[in-house]
C-alpha cells in the first residue's frame, strides 16, 4: 500500500522541486541578492546581535523612594580638636624682631620679616596719614573707581625699582600668582614647572587647566630632558605646536627648599625651545642681591628676558597684597584677564602706603641692607653646619632655611619638641606648615628665618639653643 | 466664674500673647517685597545688536589698515623674537583693541580722596583716543554712585578710623604670618567672635580677601564625588571655587526655584554620571543679592528645598550683608528665616563696612574643619591690625554696642534712601532691575555706545556712575549700576536724580513700556518727600 503512494509523493515532490529550480532561473538577479541579502540579515539577528536591554523607566514611587533613601555624607568630616591648627599661639603685640608670649619676650626667627619693617615707625607713620586721608577700605575692585592714586605710584615705584616697563599690584599675596597663571596659560598650553614650588603657584597651575610638566626640584637636566622630549613631539605636529605657548614657572629663591634656581642655563634654554619665564620672587625680593633686587641681581642676568616675574608685599616688604613686574604687553593683559585683579576689591590704601614707604627705604643708597642680610645669613649658614646631626636646606646667602634632623631621626614630634624646648630659652621658631595635598609635600622641617637686625650674639644664642635642643632630643 | 469663661479667658491670653510676638516684628517697616525685571523691547535688542556689528566691522578694517601698515600699531611689542608663539591670540584681543579701548576712559577712573559718598575723581586727557593717558591735575569732585559703601562707613574720620590709627601704632601694619604659624592674634579672635554673634552663628573665621574666602575655602568642603548646583549668576570666586574643588557643577536659572529643584531631583534619582554612583553631598551654592541684577535670592523657598533633599547651603552675603534687613543681619534678616538653616554663610567686608577681607561662619565643627584646612589659613599672612580694626568698630556700631543709635540710623538711611531713589526712577521711565529694597539698582541702556556717553555725561555733572557692557553683561544688557549708600543725602540723590534725567533725556533711556516716562519735575515731589522723611 505505501510504494504506489510513496512513489507518487516522491514524484510530486520531485516536480515541485524541479519546478522550484525552474523558477530560480527564471527571477531577476537583483531578487535574488535580495532574497538572499534578507535571509543572512535574519540569521545574524538571531545568532549574533546581543540583546539591547530595554531601558526601564522608573515610576514616580521608585523615585520618590530613591529620594527619600539618599543619605548624603556629613558636609565635613569629623575633627580631630588636638591638631596644631587648632591650637595655635595666640599672640597680642608686634611680631618684630621680638615677640612677647605668655608674658615673656623672645627672638623672633619664625616670621618673614626679613628686613625688619614690621613696626617700623616712618611705615607706621606713612600708613596713619593715608588712613587719615583716604579712610581704610578701598570700597571697590579697580574698575569701579578703586583705583587710588596711591595705587598708581605704588605701581608705577615697583616697575621702576626691577627696571620694567609696568607693573600692577593684587590685594593678596596669595591670589596673585595663582591668578597671573590662568591668564596666560589656557588649556591647550604647556607649563614646565618645578616640583618644588610653593602652593599658591601650585593653585595658580591647576586653575590654568594646562598640561603641566613637573620636573625634579631645581634639576637642570631634568628640565632639558623635558625640554626635548616636547620639541620631538612638536617636530611630527609643527602647524600644532605653533599654537601652543610654553611657560616655564619657577621661584627664585624656594621658599620650601632655601635655594636659588639655576636662571642663566634657564635663560639660555628659554630661547632655544622658545618658552617664556614667570618667576615667582616672593622670599627673594628685598633680601637677595646687592641692592634686593633678587635673584636677576645675584646671577647677573638681563631682568629684561624674564617675562615677567611676581612676588609678594607681605614678607621682606612689611605689608599686606601682592605684584608683577614686566614688559607692557605682559602685564596690560592682566588687567582685564586676571580675576584676582578684575573681580576683587583693591588694596586699601594704608597697605599701599607701607609699602611705598618700605621701597623709600630700601632704594636708600647707603642703606646696606641687603648686603647686611646675606652676610648674616651666610655666618648662620656656616654656625649652623657647625652643629652637626642636623641638616640645613638652603643656600649659604639665603635668610630663609629650613633645618631638619637627619634621616630616619626627622619627624614631626622630634621637630614640634625642639620647637618648644627652644621656646622656653627665649627662641621663636616655628616648623613649616603644609597642607597634604601638596603636589610635592616637601620633608618635615624648622623653617628658620633670619631678621636683618639680629647681631652677631643673637645668632650665637640661637645656635647654641639648637644644640642644646639636638641633644635632648636625640637623647 | 464658669468654666467657660475661665476657658474663654485663658484663649484670649494666649491669643494675645501671640499677638504680642508677632507685634514684634510688627512694629518694623514692611518690606514689599518685589522683584522687576522688564524685558528688554525688541527694537532696543536689534539696535543693540546692529551696533556691536557695525563697531565689529569698522574694527575689522582698522585691523586691516593696521596689518597693511596704513595705520599705525598703537598695542605693545613682544620683547621676545619672533619665532616665539604669540602670547595672545589675535581674536582675544580684538575687542580690547576695537571696542573696550575707544572707551577706555570711562572705566578704571583713579580718585585721589576717600571713597565716600563724595568722591574726587583725578581728571585724565588722552592726546591719542585712550591709548595712552596724561593726569592734568585737576581733580573733579562727584557724587560717589559706583563705590561699594552701602552703609557709609568710608570714612578717614571718627570713631572707626581712631581705632585704626590706635592699631597701627599698637600692631603694626603686618604680622607677616600665617595663621597657623605666628598669625593669630588676639584681635582676630574678637573680631570673629563679634562676627559670629552678629550673624547669630555659633562660629565664625575672617580673611584677609573677600575673593579668596570663596576661591580657596569651596574646596575644603567639596570634592570630587560632590555635586554643586550653582545660580548661574553668581560671582567668578565662587566659580571659581567650584572648579578648583573638582566638584561636579550644575547650574540652574538664575533665582528659579523649579530648575533647582528638578536638577536635585534629577541628581539624587540618577546619581553621578557614567558611574551612577550616589553623590556624596550636594552643595547649592547661591548670592544674597546678586550685583549685577540686583535680585535678592528666594532664601525661604531654597531653604525648604535644601530640606527637602538633603542638601547643604553655602550663601554668598557680600553685597547683603549690613544693607538688606531691618537689623542689617542680610538676607537671613530680611525674609526672617533661622540662621542654623544656612550651613555655610560667606560675605565680606569690604562692601557694608568699609574695609577689605572676608568671613566664613556657621556650627563650630565646619569652622574648625575650615581652620585646618583652608588654604588661606595656612598659607597666607593673616589679616592687617588696622583692617581689623576697622570691621570690630563697625560692627559694634551696627550693633549698638558703642551707645549710640547712630548703626541703626545708618541702615533707615539706607533703607530710605534706596526707597526713594528707585521709586523715582522708575516712575521716570527708566527700567531698573532687581528687588525694591536692593541697594545695588542697575538701570538698562542696552547700546554700546550709550555705556560711554552715560558716563560721561553724568562725570560732567557732577555724578560718578559705573557703567557696564559686555562681557561683564550680556551682550545686549549693558546697564549703569548705581550703589547707594547710607552716606548720600537728599540733596545728592536729588542731584543725582536730576542728573540721570537730564541724561536720560540726552541719550534716550527711557525704555520702559509698563510706565509712562516723564521728566524729573513732573514727578510729585511732595509725595516721594513725605515718604522719604517718615
Partial sequence: MGSPVNRDDIARLATDFYSLLESFKQTPFYHLIFEIFLILTVLWLVCFRKPRPIAKKLTEKEKQELIDEWQPEPLVPPVDTNHPALNVRVLDGIVGKTIEIDGRKSLNFATFNFLNFVGNQRIADKAIQAVQKYGVGSCGPRGFYGTIDIHLELEERLARFFNFEEGIIYSYGFSTIASIIPAYSKRNDILFVDEGIHYAIQKGVEASRSTVKWFRHNDINDLERLLAEQDKHDKKNPKKASTIRRFLIIEGLYMNYGDICPLPRMVELKYKYKYRIFMDESVSFGTIGQTGRGVTEYHNVDRQKIDLISSTLEYSVGSIGGFAVGSSFVIDHQRLSAQGYCFSASLPPLLAAAAIEALNIMDEENSGLFETLMDKSKRLHKKLLDIKGYRVLGEDISPLKHLSLANSLNTIGRLEYIVEFAQTRGITITIARYLNDEHHLPEPSIRLILNVEMTDEELEFLCTVLQEALVKVTA | ?534
Fill in chain 2, 1 to 534: 466664674m464658669s468654666p467657660k469663661t475661665a476657658i474663654n479667658q485663658k484663649m484670649n491670653k494666649s491669643f494675645s500673647s501671640n499677638l504680642k510676638t508677632k507685634c514684634a516684628y510688627e512694629n518694623e517697616p514692611k518690606y514689599q517685597d518685589h522683584e522687576d525685571f522688564e524685558e528688554t523691547p525688541t527694537w532696543a535688542a536689534v539696535v543693540t545688536v546692529l551696533g556691536y556689528a557695525i563697531l565689529s566691522a569698522l574694527g575689522w578694517l582698522r585691523d586691516f589698515l593696521r596689518h597693511i601698515g596704513f595705520e599705525e600699531k598703537k598695542t605693545a611689542h613682544d620683547p621676545n623674537p619672533k619665532n616665539f608663539v604669540p602670547l595672545y591670540q589675535s581674536y582675544e584681543c580684538f575687542y580690547t583693541r576695537n571696542l573696550y579701548t575707544r572707551i577706555r576712559d570711562v572705566f578704571n577712573q583713579p580718585i585721589a580722596s576717600v571713597a565716600g559718598a563724595k568722591v574726587h575723581i583725578m581728571e585724565r586727557i588722552s592726546d591719542d583716543f585712550n591709548w595712552t593717558f596724561k593726569f592734568s591735575g585737576k581733580k573733579i569732585p562727584s557724587i560717589n554712585l559706583g563705590s561699594y559703601n552701602y552703609l557709609g562707613f568710608a570714612e578717614n574720620q571718627g570713631p572707626c578710623s581712631e581705632q585704626a590709627i590706635k592699631s597701627i601704632e599698637k600692631y603694626g601694619v603686618s604680622t607677616c604670618s600665617t595663621r597657623h604659624e605666628l598669625g593669630n592674634q588676639r584681635y582676630m579672635q574678637e573680631l570673629e567672635t563679634l562676627m559670629a554673634e552678629y550673624l547669630n552663628a555659633e562660629d565664625c573665621i575672617a580673611f584677609g580677601m573677600g575673593f579668596a574666602t570663596n576661591a580657596l575655602n569651596i574646596p575644603t568642603l567639596v570634592g570630587q564625588g560632590d555635586l554643586i548646583l550653582s545660580d548661574r549668576l553668581n560671582h567668578i570666586s565662587l566659580i571659581l571655587g567650584a572648579r578648583l574643588s573638582g566638584a561636579t557643577i550644575c547650574p540652574f536659572n538664575h533665582n528659579d526655584m523649579k530648575d533647582l529643584e528638578s536638577q536635585l531631583r534629577k541628581a539624587i534619582i540618577s546619581g553621578q554620571p557614567r558611574t551612577c554612583r550616589p553623590w556624596k553631598k550636594i552643595l547649592i551654592i547661591v548670592e544674597g543679592v546678586y550685583s549685577m541684577e540686583g535680585s535678592l535670592c528666594k532664601l525661604p523657598e531654597i531653604i525648604e528645598l535644601k530640606k527637602k533633599y538633603k542638601a547643604y547651603l553655602y550663601m554668598d552675603e557680600a553685597h547683603s550683608i549690613g544693607a538688606i534687613g531691618s537689623r542689617g543681619r542680610g538676607v537671613v534678616d530680611y525674609w526672617r528665616v533661622d540662621p542654623n538653616d544656612i550651613d555655610v554663610h560667606m560675605g565680606t567686608f569690604t562692601k557694608s563696612f568699609g574695609s577689605a577681607g572676608g568671613y566664613i561662619a556657621g556650627k563650630k565643627a565646619l569652622i574648625d574643619h575650615i581652620r585646618i584646612y583652608s588654604h588661606s589659613a595656612c598659607y597666607s599672612t593673616s589679616m592687617s591690625a588696622p583692617v581689623c580694626y576697622q570691621i570690630i568698630s563697625a560692627l559694634s556700631i551696627i550693633m549698638g554696642r558703642d551707645g549710640t543709635n547712630d548703626g541703626q540710623q545708618r541702615i533707615q538711611q539706607l533703607a530710605c534712601n534706596v526707597r526713594y531713589f528707585r521709586r523715582q526712577l522708575v516712575d521716570m521711565g527708566f527700567i531698573v532691575y532687581g528687588n525694591d529694597n536692593s541697594p545695588v539698582v542697575p538701570v538698562m541702556i542696552f547700546m554700546p555706545a550709550k555705556i560711554a556717553a552715560v558716563n560721561r555725561e553724568m562725570l560732567k555733572r557732577g555724578c560718578a556712575v559705573v557703567t557696564v557692557g559686555f562681557p561683564a553683561t550680556l551682550l545686549t544688557e549693558s546697564r549703569v549700576r548705581f550703589c547707594i549708600s547710607a552716606g548720600h543725602t537728599k540733596e545728592m540723590l536729588d542731584h543725582a536724580l536730576k542728573a540721570m534725567d537730564e541724561v536720560g533725556h540726552l541719550v534716550s533711556l527711557r525704555y520702559s513700556k509698563q510706565k509712562p516716562h516723564r521728566r524729573w519735575i513732573e514727578l510729585d515731589r511732595a509725595d516721594y518727600d513725605k515718604e522719604y522723611l517718615s
